[in-house]
């Protein structure tokens, strides 16, 4: 199936730094949802956007539903150890409301 | 607790016998859905369930069978499995195709 775009697909970060990630694709989305997996355990819901230009908060995770709806973003803010993990997007694609197309993941690694 | 809950969370087995994992959510969810995961390959859907007894294809349906007799059960079958289907599978469910997905904790299944 159809992947996402997911950059970036790894980073470094200090303690109390702010994160940015993204999605992208060329097809048009009608949902976005965030997740986050830690090794060997399944993806946990963040943060799910259904409206094309809604922001939605949860803690400091903030993530966006991207206005041309081909994109979404996600940002954590004063990242703390327990952030390390692997973040997915997920999306459905406008006509094809059974099926969830995953990004291709972004590995967060925290430094002290 | 609302959750989703998958037994075995690990199961090594040889080619050919059959398995079968289960998978039940507490939440009254309408749909719900097997997931693979590979190294590489990310997420790919095996087959979903819209209600009970609606089940139809994912993207990589081959060699396995489900059944959704009950709201809350969705289980998966290996009929033959072979050496190919050792993989990390995953168990999702939410209120509605349209919607976000709850994920299980995962089973990782090793066929020698």
């Known amino acids: 199936g159809q992947q996402l775009n997911q950059s970036p697909q790894s980073m470094f970060i200090q303690e109390g730094e702010d994160v940015s990630m993204n999605c992208t694709s060329s097809?048009?989305?009608?949902?976005w949802l965030w997740y986050k997996q830690d090794p060997g355990e399944g993806p946990v819901l963040l943060i799910a956007?259904?409206?094309?230009?809604e922001l939605t908060s949860n803690g400091r995770l903030t993530a966006q539903f991207g206005i041309t709806r081909k994109d979404s973003f996600l940002n954590i803010s004063a990242s703390i150890p327990s952030d390390v993990g692997i973040y997915f997007c997920?999306?459905?694609?406008?006509?094809?409301?059974?099926?969830?197309?995953f990004g291709t993941g972004t590995r967060l690694q925290v430094t002290l | 607790e609302a959750q989703v809950t998958q037994n075995p969370r690990y199961l090594i087995t040889v080619t050919g016998k059959k398995l079968t994992v289960t998978c039940s959510q507490n939440?009254?969810?309408?749909?719900m859905s097997w997931y693979r995961q590979d190294p590489g390959l990310g997420l790919r859907q095996i087959y979903y369930?819209?209600?009970?007894?609606?089940?139809d294809k994912g993207d990589v349906p081959e060699g396995y069978k489900v059944s959704r007799k009950e709201k809350r059960n969705f289980p998966l079958i290996l009929e033959s499995p072979s050496p190919n289907q050792t993989s990390l599978y995953f168990c999702?469910?939410?209120?509605?195709?349209?919607?976000?997905?709850?994920f299980g904790p995962g089973t990782r299944l090793t066929v020698t």
């Open positions: 997920a999306g459905r694609i406008t006509g094809t409301a059974s099926k969830l197309t």
């Open positions: 939440m009254n969810h309408e749909y």
């Open positions: 369930s819209m209600n009970v007894e609606v089940t």
């Open positions: 956007l259904y409206k094309a230009g």
């Open positions: 999702a469910s939410g209120p509605g195709q349209g919607y976000e997905q709850y």
């Open positions: 097809s048009i989305f009608n949902t």
